[in-house]
């Protein structure tokens, strides 16, 4: 799913359940601040909707961090060429897709910007000492029992550690998947809607990225 060409672009990276309604409601949102936004799939053909898949899928991916870069620079690829050549880039995902944005970052995909919404901050791959040029944000729930504090923790260790330029927004009461409209609270444990976390963090990532794209 893409939007036609703008001066930058966003990479929109979705959650565990695939390229669904969420993936494609965010991309529109960020196309209506005028950018080129592609909303890439990162699973292989037939494994959206079949639970033993997906599971299989997002344990291999979050076990390799090369093939993951790789399958969302394939995405970064298609935004490219819709964004134009001198276009700057950069990568937005949410839960699993969160931990696909930092992972390119980590990787040293060409991205000016990455942005984690309610994602995964554990990696198996560290970030080594001055390997990230992307700027990040992180904007994660203080609530979330689905990536701990101590997650939280150990991300800004790795971060300080990589000398990065990041930033990181915490929502207090806010749980995992606070941009989601339709997670009610007590349906997945851990997991619920928060309008207040949603508006703040889409309105702290759309500045940060006009600074970033501006920069």
């Known amino acids: 799913m893409t939007f036609s060409t703008a001066p930058a672009g966003i990479l929109v990276i979705h959650g565990g359940a695939g390229l669904d309604d969420h993936a494609r409601a965010q991309a529109a949102r960020w196309a209506s601040l005028g950018y080129a936004v592609h909303a ?122 990589a000398g990065a330029d990041w930033q990181l927004h915490m929502y207090g009461g806010a749980q995992h998947g606070f941009t989601h409209t339709h997670a009610r609270p007590g349906d997945v444990p851990g997991v619920a809607y928060d309008a207040a976390a949603d508006q703040r963090s889409f309105a702290a990532a759309a500045a940060f990225l006009a600074a970033a794209f501006a920069r």
Request: charge should be negative; hydrophobic fraction near 45%; charged fraction near 20%.
């Open 40 to 161: 890439c799939d990162m699973f292989d053909d037939g494994v959206a909707g079949d639970r033993q898949r997906v599971i299989t899928e997002l344990t291999r991916l979050r076990d390799d961090p090369v093939l993951l870069a790789r399958r969302a620079g394939a995405g970064l690829s298609v935004l490219r060429s819709h964004a134009g050549p001198d276009a700057p880039l950069a990568a937005v995902g949410y839960c699993f897709g969160g931990l696909a944005a930092l992972t390119m970052a980590r990787q040293g995909s060409p991205i000016a910007a990455a942005v984690s919404i309610h994602g995964t901050l554990s990696t198996v791959s560290p970030a080594r000492p001055g390997s990230i040029s992307a700027r990040l944000l992180v904007c994660h729930g203080a609530s979330d029992p689905h990536v701990p504090f101590s997650q939280v923790s150990a991300f800004s260790d790795e971060m300080e550690a």
